[in-house]
């Protein structure tokens, strides 16, 4: 409990910092930016969406979602961005299990976020709940080139229930990023369920990542990230890193971390690492501008976002929810960040 004090009032102090910008320059591009990922476990608002199957997340429904908890969320993901930029918050950020456009909206200009400026990519995905994959950047950090949703061409005219797959193409620090932010289909009901759906969306990036080396006369800066509801050596994952057609590699840098039985997201007792970032060797290798290397991805693990397993030995991720169980916390999942440096 003392913890959970002081860690608040240390909290309150990084909020009057950025309040009155005692601490930092806003908006000022330096020689490092962060990349962050997260899954915000059920990011509903309070409405009711005739579209999609969100009645579990209503006053009335199954999960008594009402606005007091809506507010607690919102004000829980405010203060995990903030703690993941050290006060001076990610440049990029990347989402998953996002409602719609309306909760990016009180996140951002409902909270200090408006101190930063962000911007909203987001479309709504054919995703059955309604949840689905959008990324948020600083304006006077990023500059968007294009942005577009994917969907499996064999799959995308048949009744396709999971999320698209957004493509972002960013301007950071004069050079080109390629952005590909995902929540492939779940293994809700066990391992192999929606393999066989895994396994389009994966030979789709595959395809699509080839397609950006073939037109980039550069050598093309690609980040693959996301929620791939896989683990860095499940076979489909194994795949998407074989040499594309333009015998060019891609490099999961959340390798090391499955080695050390780390990961973002805890199952019976066992961390999984399902939250990975996949970047082009050319990111890694480069000899001028923007590059990135295994030792800057990290896993976003303050204490606050931890709780102890009442099962298990050990803490897991400190989630809104326990199954039907409201508990107040972040997330389910915990967030990754990478870290880009220009040399």
Not at 167 to 180: G, Q
Not at 294 to 320: A, Q, V
Request: proline letters at 4%.
């Amino acid at each position: 409990m003392l913890n959970r004090i002081f860690q608040d009032i240390s909290f309150a102090v990084l909020l009057l910092n950025i309040s009155f910008g005692s601490s930092y320059s806003q908006d000022v591009i330096s020689q490092s930016e962060k990349i962050m990922f997260y899954n915000v476990e059920n990011f509903f608002d309070t409405y009711n969406d005739s579209l999609t199957d969100d009645n579990d997340f209503l006053p009335d429904g199954l999960m008594r979602w009402n606005l007091t908890r809506y507010n607690k969320k919102i004000n829980s993901l405010f203060k995990t961005i903030i703690a993941a930029g050290e006060w001076d918050p990610p440049a990029l950020i990347g989402f998953c299990e996002i409602e719609n456009r309306k909760v990016l909206e009180d996140l951002i200009y409902g909270t200090n976020l408006s101190k930063f400026n962000y911007n909203i990519i987001h479309e709504e995905s054919p995703d059955r709940r309604g949840i689905d994959v959008c990324l948020i950047y600083r304006k006077k950090l990023a500059n968007l080139i294009s942005y577009k949703y994917w969907l499996p061409g064999e799959i995308k005219n048949k009744d396709f229930n999971s999320r698209s797959v957004l493509y972002v193409k960013m301007a950071i620090c004069s050079d080109t990023i390629h952005l590909i932010v995902n929540h492939w289909p779940s293994r809700r009901g066990g391992v192999l369920a929606g393999e066989d759906k895994r396994l389009q969306v994966s030979s789709m990036v595959k395809e699509k990542v080839d397609s950006i080396f073939k037109s980039d006369t550069k050598s093309a800066r690609i980040i693959i990230l996301g929620d791939f509801n896989c683990t860095p050596e499940d076979q489909i994952i194994r795949t998407l890193l074989c040499s594309t057609d333009s015998g060019k590699v891609l490099i999961n840098l959340s390798d090391r971390m499955e080695e050390k039985s780390d990961g973002t997201y805890r199952y019976m007792g066992r961390w999984e690492m399902i939250d990975q970032v996949i970047v082009s060797k050319e990111l890694l290798e480069c000899e001028k501008g923007l590059y990135t290397g295994p030792d800057l991805l990290k896993i976003f693990r303050p204490e606050f976002l931890l709780k102890k397993d009442p099962k298990y030995p050990g803490f897991s991720p400190f989630s809104t929810y326990s199954g039907y169980r409201y508990q107040g916390g972040y997330s389910d999942h915990l967030p990754v960040i990478l870290d880009l440096k220009v040399r």
